[in-house]
């Protein structure tokens, strides 16, 4: 019947989708580094950036490993530039030959099973290996004239005319909004940003191309109405659309073209070439095509939360205001109605997108609404406008006009932002969710706005599904590192680490996917014993069905152990020398072929639930036999 015809095209569109990306996945094949590597590292400068810890991070291509043959060398590797690494070496540029000794390793595999798998995500962006490096790093032959690079040259130029006209923090965002470039913002205003829900500011996504795409068209139409006889003999809001469609186009080129903005230009494309065929411009059958061109173009897309809150957020708003146009709803009075509509915009946008944020990020911003009333009808009145401004005064020098323009409404927007992230319950973090979680939530909200009559209840159910399975989800008793370097084991008070420091990053992540606001050092005093010990021992699980946990950290835990007890499990950090007799020992070339290990509480007992189990063997995965 009716209501069965689409399953058929959804079971075609799924095979189709696999099948792509099968292929996408073959197409960026490449080698990926084995070992731990150190010494000369030497390539050209693709891409610069910032990593979590405010270092310099340098992409190179062309790559040469010192003792490494081409055929083993990776096509991609990043390093970050620490201590004096920067001090007396030169300043990286776009396209120049450089060269550095560096400490290389592999991708790293999912902090912890069924968690972010930051392997795939190097894969997809032809990354081989990661490190870093504290020597200088020195220029050996001056940056190329390749034409596939000239875009980064510029974008790396404006990006320091635009700092160099607005110093600090306010520079540093104008160059992100501008340039895609947010290696000029400190940590500390990132970081009020986030914990105001107005990091999505920073990124170039949809709401700036939209905006820009909307400030361009209607410029352009205000301009030529003001022809005598253009409006008469010629299609205005046709050409209105293609001159935005430019514009567009020239923001994603000056861009870098991440995936974010190609997503946005997408959108924006679809909704301009609606305006030139005559067809409605704002309809869930646009965000549709876009979603599919999106996905052929990068299929590795879906699993990210950048397209996933892109388009929840976007699917949401089409629905409702589509919804309050059918019904012809009236949102107050004439002169109310754009304020209505702003409210409404951020209402519906933050409600669709915060369970998404939730579960990536696991943040709940209760202030977001106040800080985006306050922050986003500033960006589009005023800061994409000086933009444009600035863009337009620059051949002739005074682009500095569009600028201070520009940093006033970016000033207010971080002020609005250090003052949110300051309030008392600013926000409140929540534990990861289950795998089912966040498909369930899609499906119900997809059967809520597209499908008719009495079927949309079976979206709320699904939807309050998920909610249940958020709920109810339990963490990890335990949870072991993929190279044994650090443990962590949940008590009443959280979860206990057995180290104060290094493996930063994995802690990090094991602590914000519990829900736990603490840090490292706070969660490492959770520890029953001494902290100096470099060997820790844990009780996992709960009544009868325990399991002792030790973890020896280093040559010294090693050395200092004597013999295991019946049922132990032992994680070391460091492999050894001779097998530990009667040991069941989870050493870095053990868990080279298991990953990240979680020791789950079930009715039968403590198990063992490995990254492998949860991954599979991928192209990418690169586990040990």
């Not at 083993?72 to 070496?89: C, E, F, I, M």
């Not at 409006?231 to 514009?247: C, D, E, Q, S, T």
């Not at 104060?500 to 005093?525: R, S, T, V």
Request: glycine residues 12%; proline residues 5%; aromatic residues 6%.
């Amino acid at each position: 019947g009716e209501a069965v015809r689409p399953i058929p095209f959804a079971l075609v569109l799924m095979l189709a989708g696999a099948l792509l990306a099968a292929a996408r996945s073959h197409s960026l094949a490449g080698p990926v580094l084995g070992w731990r590597y150190y010494g000369a590292v030497e390539g050209r400068v693709v891409a610069l950036d910032r990593s979590g810890s405010d270092a310099v991070r340098v992409t190179l291509d062309r790559v040469v490993l010192e003792r490494v043959s081409p055929a083993r060398t990776p096509l991609r590797v990043r390093v970050s530039l620490h201590g004096d690494s920067n001090g007396q070496g030169i300043d990286p540029q776009p396209g120049m030959r450089v060269m550095t000794t560096a400490h290389l390793s592999p991708p790293g595999g999912p902090t912890e099973p069924g968690g972010f798998d930051f392997q795939r995500h190097a894969w997809f962006a032809q990354l081989g290996a990661v490190g870093y490096t504290r020597v200088p790093m020195v220029g050996l032959e001056p940056p190329e004239n390749d034409w596939s690079l000239a875009t980064f040259r510029l974008r790396m130029a404006i990006s320091a005319h635009v700092r160099a006209a607005l110093p600090g923090d306010v520079g540093g965002f104008a160059a992100a909004v501008t340039t895609g470039d947010r290696s000029g913002i400190s940590l500390a205003a990132l970081e009020d940003l986030r914990a105001s829900n107005t990091a999505h500011l920073l990124a170039i996504s949809g709401l700036h191309m939209g905006l820009l795409s909307g400030f361009v068209l209607g410029l352009l139409r205000l301009l030529l109405a003001a022809v005598p006889g253009a409006v008469l003999n010629l299609p205005v809001r046709k050409i209105a659309a293609i001159g935005a469609l430019i514009a567009a186009t020239g923001y994603l080129a000056l861009s870098g073209g991440n995936v974010a903005t190609e997503r946005a230009y997408v959108m924006a494309a679809v909704a301009l070439v609606a305006v030139m065929l005559n067809r409605r411009a704002i309809s869930l059958r646009a965000v549709a095509i876009a979603a599919i061109i999106v996905l052929v173009l990068r299929p590795e897309a879906l699993l990210g939360p950048g397209f996933q809150m892109s388009f929840a957020a976007t699917v949401a708003l089409v629905a409702v205001f589509g919804f309050i146009r059918d019904g012809k709803i009236r949102t107050g009075p004439r002169w109310l109605q754009p304020v209505v509509g702003v409210l409404l915009s951020s209402g519906i946008a933050g409600l669709a997108t915060a369970p998404i944020g939730a579960a990536h990020f696991n943040t709940l911003s209760h202030f977001s609404l106040l800080a985006n009333l306050a922050s986003v009808p500033l960006m589009g009145m005023l800061v994409v406008p000086a933009a444009v401004l600035a863009a337009l005064l620059a051949p002739f020098g005074l682009d500095w006009i569009g600028l201070w323009l520009m940093g006033l409404g970016l000033r207010w927007i971080l002020a609005v932002a250090e003052f949110v992230a300051n309030l008392d319950g600013a926000r409140s973090f929540v534990h990861g969710p289950g795998p089912w979680v966040l498909p369930l939530l899609a499906l119900g909200a997809l059967v809520v706005i597209l499908w008719q009559g009495r079927g949309r209840l079976g979206g709320v159910a699904a939807m309050a599904l998920a909610f249940v399975l958020w709920a109810g989800a339990d963490r990890p008793a335990a949870l072991i590192a993929e190279d044994g370097g650090i443990v962590g084991v949940m008590t009443a008070q959280g979860r206990a680490l057995s180290k104060e420091k290094g493996a930063g990053f994995i802690a990090q992540n094991w602590l914000e996917n519990d829900g736990d606001g603490g840090d490292q050092q706070a969660a490492a005093g959770r520890w029953a014993g001494d902290l100096a010990s470099r060997t820790k021992l844990a009780k996992v699980g709960s009544g009868d069905d325990t399991v002792a946990l030790v973890h020896l950290i280093g040559k010294t835990g090693l050395a200092g152990f004597t013999a295991c007890a019946p049922g132990q499990i032992v994680v070391v950090s460091v492999t050894p020398e001779a097998p530990l007799a009667d040991c069941d020992v989870y050493d870095p070339k053990r868990l080279r072929s298991t990953g990240a290990i979680a020791l789950v509480q079930g009715r039968d007992g403590v198990r063992l639930r490995t990254a492998r189990d949860v991954t599979g063997d991928r192209m990418w995965s690169g586990w040990a036999r």
